[in-house]
């Protein structure tokens, strides 16, 4: 059985023929193939099972709106699950299989749902699974989510590349059917730069599915004819296998295109690309989606709409059935019958709803075999079209919040062309105009009125004649009298009995009734099933349409995978990564890196041998506090600030006094935030009267520009300074430990004088180091110990870690990591992040007296306020386990002796610890009620996260060299 | 959302990050009386508008520029863009 | 062992970086310095003057770049330029503050940018995939010069006004490796 149902015409190639699978069996189709259509081709009726109560679901659409076809695609990694079979385009050895069904498509064991059917009403979650609660997550869900579902991934990585892109155009137009081409054909002959959409992987829109005439020839080869001529142009950029998905402020466009997912040989390129279209002006032309009749069994393989049918028989040359039964409700479903009496189908019967007889009930369960009419008769048929009208697709006008309106003459929603912004002109059926002739016409005005709002002269454009037929509708949504399920939303199981039953419960709202039943939750998100369903719900209100409401679409206008949206930040790749110019030598090292914020940072450089971090941490704190030590720190930031006002600036910025800071010196400096509470800490550094480069935390180096931008621009305009970053500029490595000086002396060049008495504790100045290479250097400590901070320009930098470690050699110099910095700096109690937190003041980092008195700052005032100088304040101090072995946790809170662990009896919290190998004993810093009076007490610090009590005695937060006098040796 | 920069045209509102209420500007004089009143009303009080706000943004991913956005909350309609340096010079702050 | 004879070498932020598709170039840009210039208040038509009469250029309008026999320099910043000069020397914020006297900030920035050039064909259909700034022709023509974003990295990206259609891209030198991922990606998907 070959392609039984495949005629002649359409527009597949059938010089190609494509072999592919359906559940393991084997089919051949033709290029130009849907899933859909090739399957259709082979009398393939059953392909799927619904949601809920697992009934046999065939093909019921031709487009995007497809609720019943969702086919899992591909093998391996490259599994794509719901994935609807009439886009999905045929390659060869395409792999294909249905979902949710067990063991087998045609016998699913979860069909016995369907026999439950009268317990499994809307809500019926809500309703059952309620009690015990504890048997929610462990029992029911799972169950639920085994029973009731879509397709499954396949659990490994995606191996497809994703892309991103941006795109800029004058007019974007969305949809290539007669009003979207005849838009873009008078946007693009004025000049103006158009980008022309379409979802289809051909562009036509409907007019690749109706034989018809434009300018008496066949209306294809006018579609051909003005797809050339777009492509000749350059000013125009045709986008096919593109949905436009999203609409969002001002004139930005979401789309994805689909690049591989037609090809049997997955190139490299990216699978999809996500793109970002600036567009002055848009054209929607996305058409109408054809709707149902609520009618028993309507959902039955077999059952489909009317324009799908005709779909096939003209665009892929295959008949849905042999013998059609037609049911319309409007004049171009009747077309329907004229089609296919012409391709030879055999049509017994047409229905118009608008006489006395209606249709009743469908028979057949895995195909449709009758349908029986109100009359009595039953009559044989293989499928029923039906044609309830069309919904305008006008999603993509609802995404800024345009409310449509109910426009009775087609029984349908259409834009509120007030609601919607002077950004988009809404053309064609989309607009609810449905003839060919209304789609070019209207297409080719909303071309005009753009090209002379964007200034440009219209030339003039034929209007191709073509079919004016009007659109006559009668509403008519449902059948009423048979007491049989008669289906809204096919693909959520959702029945007009669940619509009134909810209507019963007093769910009457439109956005409660959709909540409540899921109807037009799925993933064709109501596009199947929305309108139809409110019309029931309004017909149950006894309201009309309008009256009831309608809920509006969001974005996406059809589903877009995740992976497009990550585009190619993934894995390592996920955000940028810096580097620091010593970055190369480290690795070579073989230096364990650690993520700070953005950079990476050398955390430790373990030798062979230590199997530990805390091992190679220890070795390198011992050796930098004994000899020497270096360590990248180019991550601080840097901020070059110059100009007359420079010194005032800074007085203002900081809490403690620069403007009288001498030429060649540093000074710590405290930044409040206007709050008063700390915001970051650092140095500064004068270099002249007019030039400071001021030192950040890694961590708040894009954050303090900023603020000082804004303190400059906004607060201060007319001080006379400029700021801008030099951090990339320098590298810079801090030199630390006894011998210190004796290595520098090694490196620096003979005419600077780094001596004790030339250059003292916080001086700074611009040298030259081997040999004429220009250096900046600051005599700073972070560790406690003689420390220098060396920077030169970073091409430079790679060049002077290696001089540095070989002219320490002699030293048994060690290149150390932020570990041990973190413990140099606990060790000589050191406020950092952990301190600075964003939640601590001057006064309890000790730092009030930093605060100058003589000058207004960023922070002063409010830092001086009764709550933040309370009498019990807490206050920064160090602690030390009693027990010398105990082992401390950051995050600790202090408990007194013998107290209840409890929020009331919580005096403070352990901010910053680690294990110090000069005091053999762990140590942390920390935030204590009166603190500094409670120093040689003793106090618990208690992790409940942890279940760790340790008693520990305050102490003073310098462990090391309270009286500073390493610093100025 | 698309910021036309005065200086530089339209430019994605990824570029620019968002502060508040362009009253930010307006730092207390602390010499002023009831400082404390004044700065508890420039620091912690804000209307909470629905509709025109003027608002602080920095151009971060660009020139670096303060700047005074005029929008509407409810539509998310620029009304106007303004360098912040300016708008604060011409409401009276210098030095 | 210490060789105290031996002075620095430099290094480059992407080890002379040089890829090629067929229609596609991306090649890492050295030599030269570059420095910061801002003017100080009220110092912009002084340092216009002296800029034109030292080096025979106009400091250009924001968003603009323009060459001259040694270099090119281009608006950054309210008030503020980037000058490129085909020297190498790492002073060379300290001699033109001395050129220009008191009337700008000057500040080296050599060190701070890694700058890759995109040339060839594919240029537009790369940078589309890169940057959502405009870069058409009519809204960044040659002789165009903004920071914006690429990916997510911060860059400036020049567009020469010389008859050699090249596309600088300068990004913190820190981002280096993170910008010729983003941009031999981007070259792969598009030539690949």
């Not at chain 1, 434009?214 to 051909?224: F, G, P, R």
């Not at chain 1, 959709?514 to 099933?529: E, I, V």
């Not at chain 1, 931008?709 to 007319?718: A, G, M, S, V």
Request: glycine fraction near 8%.
């Amino acid at each position: 059985m070959s392609q039984t149902y495949r005629i002649n015409g359409g527009q597949i190639d059938r010089s190609q023929l494509i072999d592919f699978t359906f559940d393991g069996k084997r089919y051949q189709g033709y290029a130009g193939d849907t899933v859909a259509s090739a399957l259709l081709a082979n009398g393939v009726k059953l392909v799927g099972r619904s949601f809920k109560y697992h009934r046999p679901r065939g093909i019921f659409s031709a487009g995007s709106d497809e609720p019943n076809a969702l086919m899992t695609i591909g093998e391996g990694a490259r599994i794509t699950p719901n994935t609807r079979a009439t886009v999905a385009e045929i390659y060869e050895g395409m792999t294909v299989r249905s979902q949710n069904r067990f063991p087998s498509l045609n016998f699913d064991i979860l069909a016995v749902n369907d026999v439950l059917a009268p317990f499994l009403s809307a809500g019926f979650y809500y309703k059952t699974f309620m009690w015990p609660a504890v048997f929610w997550e462990k029992l029911y869900e799972p169950m639920i989510r085994r029973a009731a579902g879509l397709g499954a991934l396949s659990g490994e990585p995606d191996p497809d590349q994703y892309d991103k892109g941006f795109l800029h155009c004058d007019v974007l137009v969305i949809g290539a059917g007669p009003a979207g081409l005849m838009a873009a054909l008078v946007a693009g002959r004025a000049g103006l730069h158009v980008i022309l959409a379409d979802e289809d992987f051909q562009m036509g829109g409907r007019l690749l599915c109706e034989h018809e005439q434009i300018n008496s020839d066949a209306s294809l080869t006018w579609v051909n004819q003005v797809i050339a001529e777009l492509s000749s142009m350059t000013n125009v950029r045709l986008m096919n296998r593109t949905t436009v998905y999203g609409v969002f402020d001002h004139g930005i466009y979401g789309a994805v295109t689909r690049n591989t997912d037609h090809l049997a040989v997955k190139t490299k390129r990216p699978r999809e690309t996500l793109w970002r279209i600036y567009a002055k002006r848009s054209v929607l032309a996305s058409g109408a989606t054809e709707r149902s009749i609520a009618l028993s069994n309507n959902d039955r393989p077999g059952v489909m709409l009317a324009s799908a049918v005709r779909a096939y028989a003209n665009r892929f040359g295959v008949l849905c059935g042999k013998r059609v039964v037609v049911v319309s409700n409007n004049s171009d479903g009747l077309r329907t019958a004229d089609v296919l009496r012409a391709a030879g189908v055999e049509v017994p019967e047409v229905l118009d709803a608008r006489q006395l007889v209606m249709p009743f009930d469908i028979y057949g369960k895995k195909a449709v075999r009758a349908i029986k009419f109100s009359d009595g008769r039953k009559v044989d048929a293989d499928c029923i079209a039906i044609a309830g009208g069309w919904n305008p697709n006008i999603q993509l006008t609802c995404h800024k919040r345009g409310r449509p309106v109910w426009r009775d003459d087609i029984a349908a929603f259409v834009p509120n062309k007030d609601a919607i912004t002077s950004e988009m002109d809404v053309a064609g059926a989309a607009n609810g105009s449905f003839s060919t002739h209304q789609c070019l016409h209207e297409g080719a005005q909303a071309g005009e009125r753009i090209v002379r709002a964007l200034g440009k002269n219209a030339a003039t454009v034929d209007l191709p004649q073509a079919d004016d037929q009007p659109f006559e509708i009668t509403p008519f949504w449902e059948v009423k009298g048979n007491t049989k399920r008669a289906w809204v939303d096919p693909q959520n199981d959702v029945t007009t009995k669940d619509i009134k039953l909810a209507v019963q419960e007093g769910f009457r709202s439109v956005e409660l009734l959709k909540r409540y039943t899921t109807l037009g939750m799925a993933t064709d998100q109501g596009k199947a099933s929305n309108v139809l369903g409110l019309a029931i719900l309004a017909d149950c209100l006894g309201q009309s349409i309008p009256e009831t409401g309608t809920t509006i679409s969001r974005p996406p206008y059809t589903p877009v995978t995740i992976s497009a949206f990550a585009g190619t930040s993934r894995f390592e790749h996920f955000r940028p990564v810096r580097e620091t110019p010593s970055h190369n030598w480290a690795k070579e090292q073989g230096a364990v890196f650690v993520s700070a914020g953005l950079w990476n940072r050398a955390q430790y450089f373990p030798k062979p041998g230590e199997t530990h971090w805390r091992q190679t941490v220890d070795r390198e704190v011992i050796a930098t506090r004994s000899s020497v030590g270096i360590c990248d720190v180019t991550t601080l930031g840097k901020i070059d600030i110059q100009g007359p006002d420079a010194g005032e600036f800074l007085n203002r910025v900081y809490a403690n006094a620069f403007a009288k800071l001498a030429v060649g010196k540093c000074r710590y400096g405290l930044m409040l935030r206007e709050d008063g509470f700390a915001m970051d800490d650092g140095t500064a550094a004068r270099f002249s009267d007019t030039h400071f480069v001021m030192t950040t935390t890694t961590a708040n180096a894009v954050s303090v520009y900023r603020h000082l931008e804004f303190c400059r621009q906004c607060l201060w305009p007319d001080m006379d300074v400029k700021l801008i970053s030099v951090t990339e500029q320098w590298a810079q490595y801090a030199v630390a430990g006894p011998n210190a000086r004796k290595l520098l002396q090694k490196i620096v060049d003979k005419e600077h004088d780094v001596s004790n008495e030339a250059f003292p504790f916080m001086a700074c100045g611009e040298i030259t180091v081997c040999h004429g290479i220009r250096a900046r250097i600051f005599r700073l400590s972070f560790s406690g110990e003689l420390a220098y901070e060396l920077s030169v320009p970073a091409r430079y930098g790679d060049s002077l870690i290696k001089a540095l470690v070989s002219a320490g050699e002699e030293f048994d110099v060690v290149p150390y990591g932020t570990e041990a910095l973190g413990v140099m700096r606990i060790e000589k109690g050191h406020a950092a992040g952990n301190e600075i937190n964003g939640q601590t003041t001057a006064k309890q980092l000790g730092m009030h007296k930093f605060v100058s008195n003589k000058k207004d700052c960023i922070g002063k005032f409010l830092s001086g306020r009764e709550g933040l100088n309370e009498e019990d304040g807490s206050c920064l101090v160090g602690f030390k386990p009693v027990r010398q072995t105990d082992v401390l946790n950051a995050g600790a809170h202090f408990i007194g002796l013998g107290e209840l662990n409890n929020a009331e009896n919580d005096e403070g919290y352990l901010s910053s610890i680690a294990y110090s190998p000069s005091l053999k004993s762990y140590i942390g810093l920390g935030f204590l009620k009166r603190g500094q009076e409670r120093i040689g007490q003793e106090i618990r610090a208690v992790d409940l996260l942890r279940g760790t009590d340790v008693q520990v005695t305050v102490c003073s937060a310098h462990f090391i060299d309270p009286k500073g006098e390493r610093l100025r040796v | 959302m698309i910021i036309i920069h005065p200086l530089l045209g339209p430019r994605d509102a990824q570029e620019f990050t968002y502060l508040g209420d362009a009253s930010l500007i307006h730092r207390p004089d602390p010499e002023a009386d009831n400082v404390a009143g004044t700065f508890y009303e420039y620091l912690y009080q804000r209307d909470n508008i629905a509709g025109e706000h003027r608002e602080l943004w920095f151009h971060e991913q660009g020139d670096r520029s303060w700047l005074v956005i005029k929008r509407n909350t409810l539509t998310h309609d620029i009304l106007s863009v303004e360098l912040a340096s300016d708008v604060a010079r011409r409401e009276g702050r210098s030095k | 062992m210490f060789d105290n004879t031996v002075s620095l070498a430099g290094s480059l932020p992407l080890n002379a970086l040089h890829k090629t598709w067929p229609s596609l170039e991306v090649k890492e840009l050295v030599g030269g310095e570059i420095c910061s210039l801002t003017a100080l208040h009220g110092g912009v038509s002084a340092l216009r003057t002296k800029f034109q009469n030292e080096y025979g250029a106009l400091l250009p309008a924001q968003g603009k770049v323009v060459s001259f026999d040694t270099g090119f320099l281009f608006c950054s910043a309210p008030e503020q330029w980037f000058v490129h000069l085909n020297i190498e020397n790492a002073f060379l914020d300290i001699e033109l503050g001395a050129v220009l006297e008191t009337r700008a900030a000057v500040t080296l920035q050599t060190d701070a940018w890694a700058r890759v050039a995109i040339i060839g064909e594919d240029t537009p259909q790369v940078l589309e995939r890169l940057m959502a700034l405009n870069l058409s022709d009519q809204a960044f023509p040659m002789g165009s010069a903004v920071r914006t974003l690429l990916g997510h990295l911060n860059v400036f990206i020049v567009r020469g006004d010389k008859a050699s259609d090249i596309y600088e891209i300068w990004c913190a030198r820190s981002f280096a490796n993170s910008l010729a991922h983003e941009i031999c990606v981007a070259a792969e998907n598009v030539c690949g």
